[in-house]
């Protein structure tokens, strides 16, 4: 707990809290509505003792999380692919051997677009970590019928966003796509073909 519960809560502090409830609902210690209520509570939250309520009945244990930052899940063995842009386009597509782990981070005007239709995909489940801090920012996912992309975990920000709705459930050969990170004003956006 803190030591002062009256001093001003920062940005911070609220992420901080933010990234142990979305642990808590990986872990199933919470559920998916309390962690949505409680991350409304969270951005709101004016002290730090308001911010320790939310948490209090949450163990201690954790990755420390970096100050205004999501921590993304351990990396798997293998290569990480890093798609990043401030402003402009990036774009992944056509044949391309998908890996374990990937991390899209959008900011300013940037958009980071991943087309996974032609892509050669090697395992079951896929982390994707996201970070959009930019009102117009967006990652656009393109995925195969059969796949099912996860948003659970994605800690969405003031009015960040995911468009997801999967026509179909998952294929027996299908791949599930891990949304972790956070959306802070922009969209993360999922089309499936």
């Known amino acids: 707990m803190t030591e002062q519960p009256d ?11 933010a990234e142990k409830l979305r642990v808590a609902v990986g872990e199933g210690r919470i559920t998916l509505e309390e962690f949505n209520e409680r991350i409304e509570d969270a951005y709101t939250a004016r002290t730090r003792g308001q911010l320790d309520a939310l948490v209090a009945d949450l163990p201690l244990t954790g990755v420390p999380v ?44 940037g958009t980071v677009k991943i087309d996974f239709t032609r892509a050669d995909c090697p395992y079951q489940e896929v982390v994707l970590d996201v970070e959009i801090t930019s009102w117009f920012g967006d990652v656009v996912l393109i995925v195969p019928r059969g796949w099912l992309v ?10 960040g ?33």
């Open 7 to 17: 001093v001003r809560a920062s940005d911070q502090d609220r992420d901080a809290v």
């Open 66 to 109: 970096p100050a205004g930052r999501a921590t993304p899940p351990a990396v798997p063995t293998g290569d990480v692919l890093e798609l990043h842009v401030r402003s402009g386009k990036v774009v992944r597509d056509g044949r391309w051997t998908v890996p374990a782990y990937i991390t899209a981070k959008a900011a300013r005007f």
């Open 150 to 159: 996860r948003d659970e975990e994605v800690v969405r920000r003031r009015l």
């Open 161 to 193: 966003a995911v468009f997801n709705r999967p026509p179909v459930s998952l294929a027996h050969d299908g791949v599930v796509i891990r949304l972790t990170g956070y959306v802070q004003t922009g969209d993360v956006w999922v089309r499936y073909r």
